[in-house]
């Protein structure tokens, strides 16, 4: 099936820093989300973004299918933005079966 | 709006114990997705219903059941719960379609097996 690295892993920054998620997957997808899990364990849907750019206030992302990957990034970073960032791909032809990356976990400090 | 509701919110079950986990939805949406959360392992898709009255395997589909009750629920069942199957469960839904599958999250079920 079809794999999605995220990295990196863990993430440490000072509030008001600005940082770079990435999610590599293995084939063509039809589907990329990115969620949020809060320190609570609720998950949000931050974008679908199966190509280009969007932007949500803070928050933006880019897909670049072609090259198989997609960045999410933070400017500005505040405590609320802790927890962990998913990736989670639906592969061409399976648009039904979700894979998830296993996470960064970002802490953000004051 | 609730979203997607799920319960029990915590459980403790003893080995070889049964248990279903509720998860109802109020969004009209066709699909609807059942995943477990490890430690250091992300969401692993465990069942799916692509519509009501479909039902279909996902990754790790061994040693559950699943229902369509219809349109709005989707149940998870354990038959006889092992060790193992300790995790956070997570039921989702979506409008599905052919590419479009933006998925809404329950809050989870945060299960021991004992």
């Known amino acids: 099936g079809i794999q999605v690295e995220q990295s990196p892993p863990d993430l440490i920054l000072q509030e008001g820093a600005n940082s770079t998620l990435r999610c590599n997957f293995s084939d063509s997808v039809n589907n990329l989300q990115w969620f949020h899990q809060n320190p609570w364990g609720q998950l949000i849907n931050l974008f679908y973004i199966p190509s280009g750019t969007k932007q949500n206030g803070r928050l933006s992302a880019t897909t670049v299918a072609t090259e198989r990957y997609s960045l999410l990034y933070i400017s500005s970073s505040q405590t609320t933005d802790s927890g962990v960032y998913f990736c989670a791909v639906t592969p061409s032809g399976g648009y039904q079966k979700v894979t998830f990356g296993i996470g960064t976990k970002l802490q953000v400090i004051p | 709006n609730a979203g997607v509701t799920q319960t029990p919110k915590f459980q403790v079950l003893k080995t070889g114990q049964s248990m279903t986990l509720q998860c109802a939805q109020d969004?009209?949406?066709?699909?609807m997705y059942w995943y477990r959360q490890d430690p250091g392992m992300g969401l692993r898709l465990i069942y799916y219903s692509a519509s009501e009255g479909t039902t279909d395997k996902g990754e790790v589909p061994n040693g559950y059941n699943v229902s369509r009750l219809n349109k709005r629920e989707f149940s998870l069942r354990l038959e006889s719960a092992a060790p193992s199957q300790t995790s956070v469960y997570f039921c989702?839904?979506?409008?599905?379609?052919?590419?479009?599958?933006?998925?809404?999250f329950g809050a989870g079920t945060r299960l021991s097996v004992l």
């Open positions: 989702a839904s979506s409008e599905a379609g052919l590419a479009k599958n933006i998925q809404y």
């Open positions: 969004m009209n949406h066709n699909s």
